[in-house]
Structures are given as structure tokens and as C-alpha cells.
């Protein structure tokens, strides 16, 4: 790597990220159903039809994969909470052998001298709360916060740092809005709802954990830096209303208690009843700050209904995804982020990564592409750090190959290749790059 621990400033944190329903598990330990289950059974929603069932099987290797992480020399293991493991039904009993494996899990992290940064959702909705509207439902902001604390009542001591959920916008429009995520709708009401109720829960959640004593709160955002197509008036507001409700939508609820006025054109008629009065749990305080970053989009206007506009492909190189690799953006996000939203809260990369084409040869993964891109990035990092961002923290997805949600396992994005087959584990170039960047 072009880069050393050495390089920045003392305490700052390393580390890796995965989710539970993408490497767990899901078939294993008694979970409950969730709406991915169902929306991969659905022909046409998932490459292949893969589902979770299986992944990379976390559930048993778990020890083998924190040796991964903790034998690298990543400060940190960013690991995410199963709602439907731990509460089947979504409420009410919860499942003995989901909360021992969490229990187990983050022993496990602590013996290898890792800091369990938690993230309670990242997106497996237990069917049963589906059933009931999932993020259409404003209830789930109170099921949300009833889950937080019967997992964090047993593990919550041993956290270092807890984020309620991932990404919100992909909660809320990527999943109601374009179709592409659990539940697979396309409508604006629903939209509106979830990108709203996920906001709501989100405070609701923080309000309960600090009931439960835990410090080091935060929120966990993802960015997609717009870039007109061209240098048109009209472009131009077409990158504002993407920036808007991409990006700024959920900033602005955290941080300002006020959604941009370009959204609420398009969301505005179709709020629950009452959203204003939401802001007082909305904004509740938190510790820290996480921005998850890939890419920017080419945004062009369009005739159709609000948003009228159109992702455009771009003339820059792209991941295995099709997505830009575009580092500057992650720069721009820090920089505007601690300007305009959070001042002199800390700011953590809770994600930067990228799926590459990766292949075993001879029995290595030369993934120099993924190596390009990290250094990248983390020099837009340093960058940021030079000009006074209090950026605290860097982790890279994914710990290992995994569930990319609609794309199956093609998409390869760990720094350990995983063998879906055999489920043998190989770490990449990258992955060693890393470890003589960061051993102590
Ligand atoms: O795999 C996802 C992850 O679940 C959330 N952030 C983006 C990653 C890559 O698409």
C-alpha cells in the first residue's frame, strides 16, 4: 500500500465491515424469516435466485474469520445484528441461540484484541414485521427500538461503538422507490414513508441504547457524490434533487431536523401524518458520523414525473459493479459533510471497497486493481485529515467475498476470497498489502 499506520495521527482506527445476512448464515441457529428470504424466492429479483441461506457460513467460521481480521492488524471488526436472529417473529421472544452467538461473537472479537463496532440493521426485516408494512409501518420506529435493546441489553457492555442502521437510503428508496432491494416496490408513498419511519427508528433506536448507558452512538450514511451531465441549468437542478434525496435527505434529518426543500417537492404530499413533530427523536444526539463510499453518478434531467432524471453512464474506469471509480468524491463528502453537517463530531469511512474481477491463480488473488482503489481513497482521506476534518476512522468492505444482495455472489468485494463452494477462505494481495501496511 502507498500508505502506513504511521501516517496518521495517533488512535486513528483501522478496520474491516461485513454485514450478518450477507456472511452468516441465515438457515443456521434458528432465525427467523426475513423479507430477503422471500424477495430472492421471487423469480427475477436476485441473480440467480441466491438467498442467504448458506453464505459463508460465519455462523460456524467465525473464529477462523476474526484470526482473518485480527492477524492484518485492523484496530476495529464491523459487524452488523441480525433483527430476525435474535427476534424471529420480530417481536416478542427472542431466539437463546441468536443472542448466545452474538454473545459468543463479540467475546471472540475481544480476545483478539478487536473493538466490536456494531451496527444493529443491515436489512434482513423479519417477514412477520414485513407482513405488517416493514418501513411503511410508522410502528416500526417502537418494534426498531424494542429490538436494540434486547440485543444490546446482552451485548451492549462489550461495544465499542453502535450504529442503529445502515444505510437509510437504501432502507428507504432503493427498496421502495427502485425496486431493486426487500420488498422490491416501486411507489412514491411508500417511499416517502420509509425513508421517513427509517429516520424515526433511527432516533427511537438511539434514544433507547443511550437508556441502556452505552456512549459511542452513531449514524451510518451512504453517499453518491452527483455530477451533472452537463453544464446546464436544467442539469444541474437534476444533481441538486439527486444530491437531495441521496444524500442530503438524511443529514438533514440528523443533523438539522429539516429534509431539503428538492425532496419534500417530490415526497412532500405523500408524508404520514405528523412527520414535522418526528425531529425532537430524529436529531438525537450522537457520537459520531459514518459515510459509506464507492462512487459519484452522471446525473441528466428527463421528462418524466419528479425526480425527472437519469443516471447516465460515466467516461471514468468502473468496478466489477459498473460504478465509477471516482476517490475525489470521498474527499468532497468529508469536507462538506463536517462544513455544512456535523462541525467537529467525528467523522469515520464506515465503508470504502470495491468488487473486482478476482480470480485464484496458482494459489493467489493478485487484486492489484482493489489495491489502486483503496490507496486512492485513503489518500482522499489524508487529504482531508491535512485540511483539518476530524476524520477518526477508515474500514474497508468486506472482510470477505459475500451475499451482494440482488447480484448473488458474483460480485466479489472481500479482501479474503472466498470459495462458495468449498467455503475455504484465501486472502488476496490486498489483504496482505494491508497487513505490512498496518501491523504495529
Ligand atoms: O454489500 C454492500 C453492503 O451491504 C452495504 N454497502 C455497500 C456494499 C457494496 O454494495
Redesign the pocket.
Known sequence: MQFKRSDFPDGFLFGTAT?SY?IEGHRFGGAGETHWDTFARTPGNVVKAENGDRACDHYHRYEEDLDLVAAVGFDCYRFSTSWARVLPEGRGTPNAEGLDFYDRLTDAMLERGLKPCATLY??ELPSPLADLGGWRNRDIAGWFGEFAQVIMGRIGDRMYSVAPI??PW?VGWLSHFMGHHAPGLRDIRATARAMHHVLLAHGTAIQALRGLGLGNLGAVF?FEWPTPVDGSEVAQAAAQRYDGYYNRFFLGGVFKGAYPDSVMEGLGPHMPAGWQDDFATITAPVDWCGL?Y?TRKIIAPNNEPWPSLDEVDGPLPKTE?GWEIYPEGLYRFLKRTAEEYTGDLPLIVT?N?M?APDRIEGGRIEDTDRIDYLNAHVAMVQKALAEGVPVHGYFI??LLD?Y??ALGYD?R?GLVHVDFDSLQRTPKASYEALKLALTR
Open positions: 454485514s450477507q443491515h436489512w445502515n444505510e437504501c451512504n459509506n464507492y459493479m465503508e471497497g468488487a468492505w468486506s459475500n451482494e444482495w460480485k468485494f
